[in-house]
């Protein structure tokens, strides 16, 4: 099984940056591509970005595209969301989960979820 645990949440004002870490550990990192998604009270899962096993492909939502930066480091062991310019509707709580494959969007293909970590935009 891989273990995923996210770190890097916080509180931070509208305009501000954040980042997200996700380290992953109990099986070969490089076998898996890398998604983020969050989730706010009283709304679905949501997808934010993906990366594939190598860092080389990389996809994002319309709703994030231009301000969030996936990437990994496979030497950590370890994949990354930098957040710059967010919003107040960014607050959710995120999540980074793994698939043995493609990096897709679709969260109900992803095999390992880690526990989540919250961020709140808020002045």
């Known amino acids: 099984q891989l273990f995923l645990e996210e770190s890097g949440g916080g509180l931070v004002q509208p305009g501000g940056s954040l980042r997200l870490a996700c380290l992953g550990y109990?099986?070969?990192?490089?076998?898996?591509?890398i998604g983020w998604f969050r989730q706010s009270p009283g709304k679905e899962r949501e997808y934010v970005a993906t990366v594939s096993w190598s860092g080389g492909t990389k996809y994002y939502a319309d709703s994030v595209a231009g301000r969030f930066t996936i990437s990994r480091d496979n030497s950590k062991s370890t994949a990354y969301l930098e957040m710059n310019s967010l919003k107040s509707e960014d607050t959710a709580v995120y999540y980074c989960a793994a698939r043995f494959g493609d990096p897709i969007s679709d969260g109900s293909d992803y095999d390992y979820w880690g526990q989540g970590t919250q961020v709140t935009v808020s002045s």
């Open positions: 109990g099986r070969l990192f490089t076998d898996y591509a």
